[in-house]
């Protein structure tokens, strides 16, 4: 099914309290989840989401009374929180982005480049529009930006140009039409020419980096002192955010321009407000996970502790 990255040490992180409540906000196939209601005592929680149905459906078959199953966007998070009364609860917190193998390798789902499949690419084929449908609305312009903007790819403008030109002809409605067109587009590479541009549509189409920062602004309002923040991401631009938020929020030193004057004991007053979490050094998979699991490949671990609301 899916093998779960780097969990050891996530769920290490996590600090666990046996009677705590937790939040596995990218539920998939539950192996954080699993891991989380082993170390939880009988009188924990654990809340888990996912916006995917297919999820939900694995989440319902684990007959445990500690969990509770939300299926919706993360991004929502503080509204989940509220609606259950655990608004300053929360002991810990597990976000595993991306998609999940049962995803992937599901054909029918169109997130796959090897495999041919209709090309949808939505995490919940109930909402909104397949990628095929975008790709034949979309303008040149627009393809080619989404592209370079979400996978940061080189070739964007002559893989835009390409499409549109077969589009005039045929509609593109499979992942091979468009691996095949994508392949044509570029010089010969070591790695898969669709990997950048696959990943591109499917962050763009599920909105991925907008859920990621309103998820972020919330996090501070539902979290306890002491809470944990675990969030394993698998790209430089899911990262860049996660990194500048933590950053941001455990800075010592305000950045003020430095002709404004402070004293001291207002510097410190400032800081106190200001240093909201305590970070963790980043940790990445060793050589063997990345052996046995080669979607680890790119992981990287964040992890950070909320000190105290003010
Ligand atoms: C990498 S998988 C998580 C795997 C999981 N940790 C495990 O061990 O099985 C990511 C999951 O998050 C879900 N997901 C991604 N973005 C989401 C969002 N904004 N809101 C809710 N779920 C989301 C996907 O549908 C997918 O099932």
Redesign the pocket.
């Known amino acids: ?2 093998t ?2 780097l ?1 050891k040490k996530s769920i290490q992180f996590l600090k666990i309290k046996k009677n705590g409540t937790y939040i ?10 699993k891991k989380i209601l082993k170390k939880l005592g009988s009188q924990g929680k654990l809340y888990v ?4 149905p297919e ?1 939900i459906k694995i989440a319902k078959k684990i007959k445990d009374s500690r969990i509770r199953i939300i299926q ?4 929502k998070i503080y509204k989940y929180c509220k609606k259950y009364k655990i608004l300053r609860k929360i002991n810990g917190i ?1 976000l ?5 193998s ?2 992937l390798n599901n054909y029918k789902r169109g997130f796959s480049f090897k495999k041919d499949g209709p090309l949808d690419m939505r ?2 084929q109930k909402k909104g529009i397949p990628a095929s449908k975008w790709i034949m609305n979309a303008t040149e312009k627009k393809i080619s930006e989404v592209l370079k903007k979400y996978g940061e790819e080189r070739y964007s403008k002559k893989i835009a140009f390409n499409i549109t030109k077969y589009k005039k002809n045929k509609k593109i409605k499979r992942t091979q039409q468009l691996s095949k067109i994508i392949k044509k587009s570029l010089p010969y590479q070591k790695k898969h020419p669709s990997r950048r541009s696959f990943q591109a549509i499917r962050i763009y189409l ?3 980096l907008y ?2 920062k309103k ?1 972020l602004k919330n996090i501070l309002k539902i979290l306890k002192p002491k809470g944990r923040l675990c969030i ?1 991401s698998f790209h430089s631009l899911e990262d860049r955010i996660i990194k500048n938020f933590m950053f941001k929020n455990s800075r010592k030193i305000p950045n003020f321009p430095s002709s404004i004057p402070f004293t001291e004991k207002e510097l410190i007053k400032l800081n106190k407000k200001k240093c909201k979490l305590k970070i963790y050094k980043k940790i990445f998979p060793k050589k063997k996970e990345i052996l046995n699991n080669l979607r680890s490949r790119s992981a990287i671990l964040r992890i950070a502790e909320f000190k105290k609301y003010k």
């Open positions: 099914m899916h779960p990255v969990l596995d906000a990218t539920f998939g196939c539950g192996g954080h989840s989401i996912d916006k995917d999820s919706g966007s993360f991004s597990i595993d982005l991306g998609i999940s049962l995803q995490m919940n599920n909105n991925e859920e990621l998820f394993i």
